[in-house]
C-alpha cells in the first residue's frame, strides 16, 4: 500500500454525497486530498485551496488522477457543504 492510498485509508467510510453523478467531473478523493493538504499549507477557504492546487498542479498529478484538471472554489465549496460530521465517524 502506498502512502496516498494509505492516507485515503482513512476516509474509506466517507461516501461521495453527491447524487447526481453524470455530471461528476472530479473524484471525490481527490478533492478531499487538495482541501486537506491545502489547509495544511495554510490555504484559508475554497479560492485559496484552488489557487493551492494550480500552483502545485505537477505535484499533485504525481498521486491523484486529477481526470479535468483542479475543482473550482465552488466545487470544493458544493461538496463541503453536502458533508456532515457525521458522515466523518467511523462505523
Partial sequence: MDLTEMFLSHFDAL???RE???KVLHRFHD???IAILGTICGA???TEICQFAEAKIEWL???L???NGI???DTFGRIFSLLTRV???RP
Fill in 31 to 33: 478533492i478531499l486530498v
Fill in 20 to 22: 447526481d453523478s453524470h
Fill in 44 to 46: 484559508d477557504g475554497w
Fill in 15 to 17: 461516501e461521495d454525497p
Fill in 61 to 63: 498529478e504525481t498521486f
Fill in 65 to 67: 488522477e486529477l481526470p
Fill in 87 to 89: 458522515m466523518f465517524k
Fill in 71 to 73: 475543482p473550482s472554489h
